[in-house]
């Protein structure tokens, strides 16, 4: 078996991405696989690390400090089970439960497993545990399903059953394929869980994965990369929806998804972007908020004793003045935050309902957080004031996962552990008097009762009838609810429909409606009275799940009627749902509808953002509405909407939406004749051959006259050094639609050396948008003036379009321009070029430019270790050679990873990074290459991206969000976003005062 040794040591803080961020871009995760001649001589400390061992089951039971009105249980532990990090219930209360030992594993991998335990007395404690499935390699995620489960292995999402009764699986199907499996092992496919809608909800975490279903005789691929799954385990097909965050998602009662990351304990996603997706010509904003209002440096009160590994460490810093001096405490804030659930148990008080509560296995403990409404979103302050929900003194707790289970509890899965961080990031002379695998055979499964619980029954489920299951629907258990829903989607029994119908009419809980609502649309079995009454609900909430369902429906004029009247429902939410599913049918009511909703709630970029995901039809006829509205035209955001309105009208190819929004134009009142201007120019940012043929072959004496005036503007105001800057960056935005025989002369003046930095730079990038061949010519014969930033920006324009990339080799072929301008990494992209032209030509200009081999430039830099770092020079290198992606103590761009966790580091671990950043590159941090319908090419970082656009960061520090009906190809380069050959801005002494000053930031 090959060797694990670069993937097994590579993994940050803790199991499955709960680890520490990374702290450079493109950070290289394996520490170990350096050669030997980097390493520093090393100390033995044998004396001052006296080994923390484990406690038994019951002395760790006695180790917690809990809330007061509550009490911690152990339900199972080794030999039962090791290292648990996820687990399902079946419909007889037995758990399946996941168990990864391999983590921190360099030698071995492939002794995963899923074990089924059992609970043969009755007394809520497993005492059978039986080897499901073995040989598995790092499985995260199992869902129970028709008698067997779903478990999620990357590459593989498997279905798996016992049909022998003997608790041994045999059968595997791989349902799945492709999902991702990043070096480092973080992020991957996680968290399966039952929605309303009768289908599994999951998340891909970071690394997502080309992923082929194998029922689909299409063999389609899904691009699963910052998205979670919806897959409908009957039909065994998948849609893709909106993702985020890394291990850990949930679903409240009524759906909604709450996901968390390393750092970032806790968000909600504020929509689901298969809404997004209807209207190509969209750019959201990012889908995940943040909702702890202390966010990563919320303050955790760990109640367990710091490691002695840990007070070695920064004593060792400290002494070498190559760290911060900690004084011996944890850092107290979320760096390892996992496992985000919803709290939806029946046993507990119900102002624990919808309780958020997340594990925080390097410091030991569970935190918890009650939220509340904040406008669309929501706000999740801490709940517990004065210590946590759940702490241990027992430094081996790891809490990485939680499930609801069927006796109302909250189940804590403990994957015990000696070390939770991944073993690279600890110092050789430390990590030697380390077990990494240290609790490898050890596990415990927690759950939490109030006070005075009894034990209920065991559930025997697949023995009720149908007609039982429906009763179970009106639970306070969220458990209970889920099974009961998904038995009878299992079963498609339609014979209880009219017991479904009288509970979604009738029932006292909102919950029990709207699941009974879903429970006849899985049934196929529901009639459009019984939804026209679930739209007119009492409940805000029940309209919501009524309103999703009706999308079914939207070919009914009844139900089209009732969804256009929710348009004013007295609940926000309730509108904001509408706007979405407005979009499920056009008509002229529907556009009205949207037009209500959107004149009441204007300032709301959300509702903003799901009117107009309804608007892939109708979005002329809704401007011209619009700006005939007496008073609409004066608020900011209003005309933020009509903006976005006249962007995608003109990018749209619909020459009868083009002549009404001219049309709408010309019937503006005079007054408002800069707003005017300011719609035709933005029709005209991204113009369809379609709208400029509209435009070209007008005979209104108005739109000719807008299109003069609007250039001359520009113009004027372009070149006017006595405006403001940014009103002359504005300007330049509309030089770049205009012909370039009438504004050559004008960017060619822009791009002079007496011009202010924002002007130039502004000018260089909308060059890039103009399709000219001169372009080129104008960008290198100013090259002699260009500051190295400004080179940057010219150099990201020569990329973007072949010809302008072969005038730019040229240049340089003439020695016109010098080979060091590009960068490395730029060159690697050049010699993987598709054109073969282009990749022979740079392999003979930049043979000496090569993008590995950096051992001796690491070697050299060790000396760099051994100097005294002064923490104020570093701080001025830093903003010279580092702020252009990272941002630190209010300084920089936060493109990169959060340098702030660089006390959790080792500095050799970060000088190797910094030297050589394509030793092994982080997913989120590998550079792409964009090209598109047009022809541009852009190179970046993914910044963020959704079902209708890419958002890519350029190395030059400006952004470009892409939609994705613009892309021809998406490329990656495999290469770190972050370039090589910083040791030619930066001597051995500034990487030590770097390194300093790196350490001592707050």
Known sequence: MRSLFALRYLRPVSILSIGLPVLILGLTVSVRSADKSESKPKVDYSAEMPRILPRTPEESLK???????FQIELVAAEPLLRDPVAMCFDARGRAYVVEMP????????????????????????????????SDLTLPTAVFSYKGGVFVGAPPHLYYCKDTTGDGIADVKEIVMTGFGRDRGDEGMINSFRWGLDNKIHFSTGIDGG??????????????????????DPETRTIELTTGGGQHGMSLGNWNRVFVCANSVPMQVLMYDDRYIARNPYLAPPAAPVSIAPGGKYTKLMRISQVEPWRILRTRIRSQSKKGNAEGGKPSGFFTAATGITIFRGGAWPAEYQGNIFVGEPANNLVYRAAPKPNGLSLIAPRADQDKEFLASSDVWFRPVQFENGPDGALYVLDMYRELIEGAPFIPEEVIKHLDPVGGQDKGRIYRIVPKGFQQPALPQYGKLSSRELVALLESDNGWTRDTAQRLLFERQDTSVSGSLKHLATTSTKPITRATALWSLDGLKSLDETTLLKGLQDQDAQVRIQALRIAEHFAKSPNIQEQMVALANDSSLDVQYQAAFSLGAFDSVPRNQGLVKILKQNTSNKWIRMAVQSSLNQGAAEVFSTLVKTPGFLKEKHSQDFLVALAVQIGAQKNAADVKLFLTSLEAMPS?????????????????SGSTKKVIADSTSKHTAQLLKGMMQTAIQQALNSKLPVKARVDAIDTLSIGKFDETKD????????????????AAITKLGLVNDDRVAGLLIDAWTSLSPQLRMSAVETLFSRKAWLMTLLGSIQDGEINPGDISPERVA????????????????????????????????????????????????????????????ENVGVQLGADLKAIKDRGTEAVLLNILD????????????????????????????????????????????TVLRIDIDELISSRLSFMPEGLEKQINKQQMADLLAYLNAAK
Not at 63 to 69: G, L, M, Q
Not at 747 to 757: A, K, R, Y
Not at 933 to 957: C, F, P, V, W
């Open 829 to 888: 992209l050049l010699k993987k070029n598709q054109d073969g032209k282009i990749k022979k030509l740079a392999e003979s200009l930049f043979h000496s430019q090569r993008l590995t081999g950096r051992s001796d430039v690491i070697k050299e830099y060790q000396a760099a270790l051994k100097l005294k770092g002064d923490p104020a020079n570093g701080k001025k290198v830093f903003k010279k050679s580092c702020a252009a992606c990272h941002r630190l």
């Open 102 to 133: 391999e983590y921190n594993d360099a030698k071995k991998e492939g002794y995963s497993s899923v074990k089924l335990l059992e609970d043969t007395d009755g007394d809520g404690k497993f005492d059978k545990s039986f080897p499901f499935l």
């Open 63 to 69: 180790s917690f400090k809990i809330h007061d009105d």
């Open 746 to 761: 004008v960017f060619e003046e822009l791009l002079s050396v007496q011009q202010p930095l924002q002007v130039r730079q």
């Open 671 to 687: 007054a408002d004749q800069k707003l005017t201007e300011i719609f035709f120019r933005r029709l005209l940012s991204r113009a």
């Open 917 to 960: 950043p394509n030793r092994e590159v982080k997913p989120q941090y590998v550079t792409y290459l964009i090209v598109t319908t047009q022809g541009r090419t852009i190179t970046g970082l993914i910044k963020s991206e959704n079902a209708n656009s890419i958002t890519i960061a350029r190395a030059d520090g400006t952004s470009d």
């Open 210 to 231: 080309m992923v082929t279903v194998t029922a689909d005789k299409q063999k389609r691929k899904y691009n699963t990369k910052g998205r979670n799954v919806i897959f």
